[in-house]
């Protein structure tokens, strides 16, 4: 108990540290992007010329146009630059940059109309997304090289209600190993209220029994996340987002672990408490630029009914994006997970995969604590351009190059650290933003054994 709350006040500590060391230019007074070198693409060059005559204006009003079905205010609530303050290019830029962002419009375009000497208007036109895309259902097929083929429906409302909330429900099936639904319901704003408040739902049910492993047989909970602004700042945002939910779950635990060589099945009802800090002054959320984010996450597992357990998983992550002019953007990621307590193996973490150390072979190898690291750098190539199609509507596209070098390590605990291997993989890829999904990783990674591994994910790896 005593490791657990001294790890519960370091990694706060640890993260708002290199925030400010390497982040350290999003903290400082003025416009959040004021020492930043200029853009990364061709869409800053042309905001500058547009804007540039009119810096320093007061802004008298922002018209919105174009938005049929969203909220005039869902969208200057997101800007930084508002009405009766002197115009700033660097974050009417962020401001387009962080829109588009959003995932709700194909096109967005912003120009200024002189109302008088000093004065301004901000013109903000969006193009909405298709409906095909925004609010109908779709289906949803999933390849594992392991485990085969998973099928399924996913219904994913995006901005409804034209308010930037999001409903979503999903069913997946493998045949003849698990099937999963889930349900969920966030809203980034509560009324006029700067506030994040999200439900959800889910259910798993695993259909084979591994000979060798303990698993989750089936699960069912549900659970609330609030999250609370500490800072009124748009630009550099520090937010507290605690989370309770409930798990009843039917599990087989103890296996070759003696007396009980063959496990024991049993039933628990958990409460999960959990508490987030982030720090966030990203460009936009979806595929940024610049830059800082930092995360530190604390969830505790204890059993309320069934057998006594109590277990932490624990997690530290920072990453900063570094524009380079005509170059596109470094990114400096790390990422730290510790879990402690009673913990089932199945949370023992692995290591090797899409979303942590690219290109390294995945195996049995399992640990408490593990650490990664991430130089990587983006270039936009094609984009964002918007096609009109018949029947449809307007359909937008970009393109990202990335290429990157990941290193990590495994291990058993923290103290172990010293006697852990390192490995390091390197790879290359491409970034598709559209409106079928918001973003698609298209990756190739090589490992230490030069075994090519090849991987498709849908969402930003940090």
């Not at 913990?343 to 995969?353: D, E, K």
């Amino acid at each position: 108990m005593q490791n657990f709350i001294r790890k519960l006040y370091l990694l706060p500590a640890l993260t708002m540290i290199a925030a400010v060391v390497c982040g350290g230019e999003a903290l400082a007074e003025g416009g959040a992007f004021a020492s930043r070198t200029a853009a990364v693409d061709a869409s800053r060059e042309a905001l500058e010329i547009e804007v540039s005559p009119f810096k320093g204006c007061v802004i008298d009003e922002i018209i919105v146009q174009g938005n049929t079905h969203t909220k005039r205010w869902t969208i200057t609530r997101e800007m930084a630059t508002k009405e009766g303050e002197n115009l700033d290019e660097d974050v009417l830029y962020r401001d387009h940059s962080y829109l588009r962002g959003l995932g709700f419009f194909s096109e967005v375009d912003i120009t200024v109309d002189e109302t008088s000497i000093g004065h301004c208007n901000i013109i903000v036109k969006v193009s909405e997304r298709p409906n095909l895309f925004m609010k109908y259902p779709m289906p949803s097929i999933n390849y594992d090289l392991v485990k085969g083929v998973s099928y399924g429906v996913r219904w994913k409302i995006r901005n409804f209600r034209g308010t930037g909330q999001e409903l979503y429900t999903s069913f997946d099936k493998r045949r003849g190993h698990e099937q999963g639904a889930g349900v969920a319901w966030s809203m980034p704003w509560v009324g006029s209220y700067r506030m994040r408040l999200s439900f959800q739902g889910f259910t798993h049910q695993k259909l084979t029994v591994p000979e060798k492993a303990d698993f989750i047989k089936e699960q069912h909970g549900g659970g609330v996340t609030m999250g609370f602004p500490l800072t009124s700042s748009l630009l550099r945002q520090v937010w507290i987002m605690p989370d309770i939910m409930i798990e009843n779950r039917h599990s087989r635990l103890g296996v070759d672990e003696p007396p009980n060589q063959d496990g024991t099945y049993v039933r628990q009802l958990l409460l999960i408490t959990g508490l987030t800090l982030t720090y966030d002054s990203r460009d936009n959320r979806l595929s940024p630029f610049s830059g800082t984010f930092a995360g530190v996450s604390v969830r505790r597992y204890t059993s309320i009914d069934g057998m006594k357990q109590q277990y932490s998983l624990m997690s530290l992550t920072s990453a900063f994006y570094l524009p380079v002019r005509s170059f596109g953007s470094l990114i400096f990621a790390f990422a730290g997970n510790n879990r402690d307590g009673d913990l089932p193996w199945f949370y023992q973490m692995g290591m090797g995969g899409m979303n942590d150390l690219r290109g390294h072979p995945e195996s049995d190898l399992r640990g408490t604590t593990r650490l990664l690291s991430t130089i990587q750098w983006r270039r936009n190539v094609y984009g964002p351009n918007a096609f009109d199609i018949p029947l449809i509507g307007k359909f937008d596209l970009a393109l990202n190059t990335i290429a990157f070098v990941d290193n990590g390590a495994l291990m058993s605990s923290l103290d172990r650290l010293p006697h852990s291997r390192f490995h390091s993989t390197a790879g290359f890829g491409v970034e598709i933003i559209s409106p079928i999904q918001d973003l698609v990783r298209l990756e190739v990674a090589f490992s230490e054994y030069n075994a090519p591994t090849y991987y498709i994910a849908t969402r930003n790896r940090f």
